[in-house]
């Protein structure tokens, strides 16, 4: 019964902003440790960020530091990725991940969501 709903995709041209959300129920929002991996055609899916139960830490692939922001609302079982300044290799599919270890990994995340396509257009 858990879910992990991903919203906020879309085709932006390069130097833009999107939002992407995702809604997560069937879980304790609070005990998880939630991140973002990407995947595009052809390569391996890959960590781009992760916020721990409280929210006090995060961290960030090099790729994107200074760029993206992931935030969580415990409140409202909810995490986000602010990603601003868009290149066209960020074009991915974006999945959201939930994992009960305190660092998370393509392989210990125990739930993903389905993802949403961001294409930037150069």
């Known amino acids: 019964q858990v879910q992990l709903v991903e919203s906020g995709g879309g085709l932006v041209q390069t130097g833009g902003s999107l939002r992407l959300s995702c809604a997560a129920s069937?879980?304790?929002?609070?005990?998880?440790?939630m991140g973002w991996f990407r995947q595009a055609p052809g390569k391996e899916r890959e960590f781009v960020a992760a916020?721990?139960?409280?929210?006090?830490?995060?961290t960030y692939a090099d790729s994107v530091k200074g760029r993206f922001a992931i935030s969580r609302d415990n409140a409202k079982n909810t995490v986000y990725l602010q990603i601003n300044n868009l290149k066209p290799e960020d074009t991915a599919v974006y999945y959201c991940?939930?994992?009960?270890?305190?660092?998370?990994?393509?392989?210990?995340?125990?739930?993903w969501g389905k993802g949403t396509l961001v294409t930037v257009s150069s």
């Open positions: 991940a939930a994992g009960s270890v305190y660092y998370i990994f393509t392989s210990n995340v125990d739930y």
């Open positions: 069937g879980l304790t929002f609070s005990t998880y440790t």
């Open positions: 916020i721990n139960w409280s929210g006090g830490s995060a």
